[in-house]
Nanobody, 124 residues
């Protein structure tokens, strides 16, 4: 059973930056992937970025490409979402997720483990 705990959300002005952290524990599988999703009020959960434990590849959503970056510090069992040039439309609850499945999954259905979420509000 993998436990995920996010931190780092808050209120930020448009154009600013913030870094979200997710600490994981209990991982016993060697492949799989970790990812960030977000969910704005009244909308479906949306894929943001993924980092594969299987081969180290990363992929991010076109809506954040060039502004957000996913990274991992395996020594600290943590991964991060560096968010730059934030826009009001980036306002959402941000979730980290993990899957033991091998592949790149952009649907929430591909993930077995979820954190509790951390809010990010971008003011204009």
């Amino acid at each position: 059973q993998v436990q995920l705990v996010e931190s780092g959300g808050g209120l930020v002005q448009a154009g600013g930056s913030v870094t979200l952290s997710c600490t994981y524990s209990g991982r016993t599988f060697s492949g799989g992937a970790i990812a960030w999703f977000r969910q704005a009020q009244g909308k479906e959960r949306e894929f943001v970025a993924i980092s594969s434990w299987t081969d180290g590849s990363t992929y991010d959503s076109p809506s954040v490409r060039g502004r957000f970056m996913i990274s991992e510090n395996s020594a600290e069992n943590s991964f991060y979402l560096q968010m730059n040039r934030l826009k009001p439309e980036d306002t959402a609850e941000y979730y980290c997720a993990a899957t033991s499945l091998r592949g790149i999954f952009t649907s929430p259905l591909g993930y077995e483990y979820w954190g509790q979420g951390t809010p990010v509000t971008v003011s204009s």
